[in-house]
């Protein structure tokens, strides 16, 4: 899959990781090269996590929203979308490429646990 991939799983797509597959407790570490990036990608991770474990498109409206639930204001994608790792579509939508995804999971994968 090419890294510029947008990861659409409402197209009936389905991408083997998970949003549960990345940790969001820590800090993404040298993921996109830039810290406050690493913090945008965290938060949008985190909100598709809550919002049905799946890569699905989103508004601006809906990220700020769940950012202002956790108590902030003002969620910004930083470099994200000038580095293509999230693109904006039909309707004004946001999506995420399979390079966001494999970054993400390469710096912070979720720890199998044994039972």
Known sequence: ???RTVVDESAEEFHP???????TRNHFWNSFGHRETEISANWIVRFL???????LPF???TI????NTCGHRGFTFNQL?????????AGGLF???HSFI?????SSPMELRKP
């Open 1 to 3: 899959m090419d890294s």
């Open 17 to 23: 990781i998970r949003p549960t597959h990345i940790d």
């Open 49 to 55: 996590q809550v919002s049905g474990n799946r890569w």
């Open 59 to 61: 508004s601006e409206n």
């Open 64 to 67: 700020e929203r769940f950012y």
């Open 81 to 89: 979308l000038v580095g293509g790792h999230v693109v904006q579509g």
């Open 95 to 97: 999506r995420v490429t």
């Open 102 to 106: 494999c970054r993400c999971f390469g």
